[in-house]
């Protein structure tokens, strides 16, 4: 039966007639050479037709498309003589579209270089120094278990933060350094609509002589009213990082809402986008630069978090499946 296939899938390539009626008579049709095969294939024993039965409709699919390229051709009389003929009607080419997450790490890109942030890069797989220890996570400290990791060999982890770029940019560059490093992370978490072995983050770092508390806090209201509008409020409320000291999170005024209260921000009316805080003493110091006479912020946010709340997104796992009815909706949209 192989070989037959394989005779008239070379019969279908070579036909050089533009005749519909023929070629069903020949390959498709009720007495065509397909239909003789499937009339074998019944008689053949249970194991080959377990492996014959996809490859015959694959064959049928396959005559039914040349069959109706032929038909194509005879409404505009264009002669088809091989699959390769330049002179079939094309077909069209439907545009490719941005992935919402690169649309909204384009447009924090740009709202943070517009206040001279530049971009930082660093690599995913990780050691211990530049991932915990250095960001004053020594090993035996409680905010370790904060991150499932995920552990690799010789001592290495994938980076759980895009921290692990603020370490290497102060290792080897003096003050000042303001920088932005955005990247993907991995948290050894079950996959569901909230959380993801793996995502997207954009940390920022500003170190300088006297850089103080407000001029966080007025870079982040910048922000949030560039990313989300500019009747945006924010609110900060205490927390915790072992990097930073002191610790808050940022909240902005819902958008969906305009702060009244709604399923998004769950009646609150504000909506938590970040963490942030001053640059704890000893992390500086880790890097090699004099706390003394320098001082600095840093603030971490998950782009899915904020491509959730700009495209009324419910479901994280959307951003990674690759569904195209999906990725079409942002066809449209331009990253600025």
């Not at 070989?3 to 390539?13: F, Y």
């Not at 170190?207 to 922000?223: G, R």
Request: aromatic content about 10%.
């Amino acid at each position: 039966m192989d070989e037959k296939i394989r005779e008239i899938q070379a019969g279908m390539a070579a036909y050089t007639g533009c005749d519909v009626d023929e070629f069903k008579r020949l390959f498709t049709g009720k007495n065509g050479a397909i239909n003789a095969l499937f009339a074998e294939f019944k008689s053949l024993p249970g194991p080959e037709k377990a492996k014959y039965g996809k490859v015959l409709n694959q064959l049928k699919q396959e005559g039914q498309a040349w069959q109706n390229s032929l038909a194509e051709a005879q409404k505009v009389n264009v002669k088809v003589d091989r699959p390769d003929d330049l002179t079939l009607p094309g077909e069209p080419h439907f545009q490719g579209s941005r992935h919402p997450l690169a649309i909204i790490q384009t447009r924090i890109n740009s709202i943070f270089s517009k206040i001279g942030f530049a971009i930082a890069e660093g690599p995913e797989i990780e050691d211990d120094w530049h991932n915990f220890s250095a960001l004053n996570i020594p090993e035996d400290h409680p905010a370790r278990d904060m991150q499932d990791t995920f552990f690799l060999e010789d001592g290495k982890v994938l980076r759980t933060h895009t921290s692990n770029v603020q370490i290497r940019v102060m290792e080897t560059q003096a003050p000042p350094i303001r920088i932005l490093a955005p990247g993907k992370v991995f948290r050894n978490e079950t996959v569901s609509a909230r959380a993801h072995a793996f995502f997207h983050q954009v940390e920022g770092l500003y170190v300088n002589e006297n850089v103080s508390f407000p001029d966080m806090v007025q870079d982040l209201d910048y922000f949030g009213k560039q990313m989300f509008g500019s009747q945006t409020k924010i609110r900060l409320r205490p927390s915790y990082f072992p990097f930073t000291e002191i610790s808050a999170e940022i909240d902005v005024s819902c958008m969906i809402c305009g702060g009244d209260g709604c399923n998004i921000c769950k009646y609150t009316g504000w909506v938590e986008i970040l963490g942030c805080g001053m640059v704890d003493p000893n992390v500086l110091e880790n890097c090699g630069i004099d706390s003394n006479i320098y001082s600095g912020y840093a603030f971490g946010m998950g782009i899915e978090r904020i491509a959730m709340l700009i495209y009324g997104v419910n479901d994280l796992r959307l951003f990674s499946q690759n569904d195209i009815r999906f990725l079409q909706q942002f066809e449209s949209i331009h990253p600025f």
